[in-house]
């Protein structure tokens, strides 16, 4: 059984083949690679397979969006900003403070990250 995975669509993809392949009996779906958790949620939810919902993954590979969920749940977590132009600076700080960590909101580790201490005002140039 072989799927095109390179797709928004991978996941329709993957039970597209499944069911070419004459629906074969599976009884869960699982990958050990966090950039194709979301193709394996959408093959649960579809499949109705028990696992984690597509949303969840989502969510879970956006650190903000995440954050904020954890604070709807009533969790305390560290104040964040979101920041997607230079002007969104001005808040951030004021929200965070310093020393902060600015950092992507998607992708995993400590891959492009910055710590600052006091605010840079050629930060971005």
């Known amino acids: 059984m072989f799927a095109k ?4 669509d991978a996941s329709e993809n993957v039970v597209a083949a499944w069911k070419a392949a004459g629906s074969p009996h599976i009884d869960g779906c699982w990958s050990p690679h ?9 093959v649960c939810d579809a499949l109705k397979l028990p696992g984690n ?9 956006d650190k903000y969006a995440t954050r904020k969920a954890l604070e709807r749940a009533g969790l305390n977590t560290p104040a964040s900003a979101s920041i997607f132009t230079i002007a969104d600076c001005t808040n951030a700080s004021e929200v965070v403070g310093f020393p902060m960590i600015i950092k992507p909101t998607s992708g995993g580790g400590s891959q492009v990250c ?6 840079c005002t050629n930060l971005f140039i």
């Open 114 to 119: 910055v710590a600052l201490s006091i605010a």
């Open 53 to 61: 919902l597509h949303a969840s993954y989502v969510m879970a590979r």
């Open 34 to 42: 966090e950039s194709t958790q979301p193709i394996v949620g959408g």
């Open 5 to 8: 995975m390179g797709e928004d």
